[in-house]
């Protein structure tokens, strides 16, 4: 796995997309009390990169969440490593994730949050993986949709390697 995967999106195209979605997070949230929240480790550099983009006060604040382990499938079962340090009750959340696949994950996390009494809960989501669902899950701002394969790069790793590619990569199999 030294050589480097062959680009499915630019750096050119994502940062296109991140500032169109910026713009629109922009002026649905004129008034609002935004929180950014980031979704370690995969979604750091969609995170920092979006925040460039949204012309708003904003705080930010990290969860991590795994269902992966070190493999490149989803095992199922969900647990939070690292939660929130701010108090989120009546706030406008916007959870900002990497990569949704079979949902599972998406689905906890965002059932977890809703419990803690925001006033808004939505979900930004750079890469889409539809053909992976097994959990519906309600994306507001949606960067791409993928195929159905093991996508790095862009925060995005496979056993912690290809997360500082400035793209996003496919993993060929074998």
Known sequence: MSEKPPVLISQEEIES????????????????????????????????DLIRFVELPLRIDFMAVSSYGMGTSSSGAVSIIKDLDLDVRGRDLLVVEDIVDTGITLDYLM???????????????????????????????????????????????????????????????G
Do not use: H, N
Not at 119 to 133: G, I, T, Y
Not at 136 to 145: A, S
């Open 17 to 48: 997309r991140l500032r169109d979605l910026g713009g629109e997070i922009t002026r649905d949230y004129q008034g609002a009390e935004l929180v950014m929240v980031g979704i370690l480790k995969g979604a750091f550099m969609v995170l920092a």
């Open 111 to 173: 059932r977890t949050l809703k419990a803690r009494g925001p006033s808004s809960l939505s979900l930004f989501v750079l890469l889409d993986k539809p053909e992976a669902r097994k959990v519906p899950v309600d994306i507001r701002y949606r960067g791409f949709e993928v195929p159905d394969r093991f996508i790095v790069g862009y925060g995005l790793d496979c056993g912690e390697r290809y997360r500082e590619l400035p793209y996003i990569g496919v993993l060929e199999e």
